[in-house]
């Protein structure tokens, strides 16, 4: 029969690297060139069918500054899922995103899904971080890994279906 599950799912990243964008793009299929930058955090909510299970997705979209990093466990505690964000166009933000990487694993539920967004796929001309380097960064370290484009919408929805999938099912 049909299942729903309820997944708490938490956005990490840079700032600047497209979290925001990554959601708006998910939940109101829309994009805007100057997204305004995140204060603390923000909540969403989506609902996503795969198979027989409607997942409702409870998004998180945290803020990135290091300034907000204390902030950072109340979001990811507890939660079934993170996409970790960064910028292909900005190493630094490729080199953050291991930092989240190491700090979920650390402190973070065993149990979460963790994908590896590597956004701004659109802006190929500008790249500075090789899909060769982060899929094999992803693979070591257990996360799965798609490019995206919020801009374009481009493995936006892959990225949540993906996870959806991987959700234990209770
Ligand atoms: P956040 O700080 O991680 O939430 O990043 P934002 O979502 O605020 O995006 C930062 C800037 O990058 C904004 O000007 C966005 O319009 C832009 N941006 C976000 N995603 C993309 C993308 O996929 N492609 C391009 N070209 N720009 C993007
Ligand atoms: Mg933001």
Do not use: C
Not at 6 to 25: F, H, I, P, Q, W
Not at 53 to 62: P, Y
Not at 76 to 103: H, L, M, P
């Amino acid at each position: 029969g049909n299942k729903n599950i309820n997944a708490k799912l938490v956005l990490l990243g840079d700032v600047g690297a497209g979290k925001s964008s990554l959601v708006l793009r998910f939940v109101k299929g829309q994009f805007v060139e100057f997204q305004e930058s995140t204060i603390g955090a923000a909540f969403f909510s989506q609902t996503l069918a795969v198979n027989d299970t409607t997942v409702k997705f409870e998004i998180w979209d945290t803020a990135g500054q290091e300034r907000y990093h204390s902030l950072a466990p109340m979001y990811y505690r507890g939660a079934a899922a993170a996409i970790i964000v960064y910028d292909i166009t900005n190493q630094a933000s490729f080199e953050r995103a291991k930092k989240w990487v190491q700090e979920l694993q650390a402190q973070g539920n065993p149990n979460m899904v963790m994908a590896l967004a590597g956004n701004k796929s659109d802006l190929l001309d500008a790249r500075k971080v090789t899909p060769e380097e982060a899929q094999a960064y992803a693979q070591e370290n257990g996360l799965f890994f798609l490019e995206t484009s919020a801009k374009t919408a481009s493995n936006v929805n892959d990225i949540f279906y993906e996870i959806a999938k991987r959700l234990p099912r209770v």
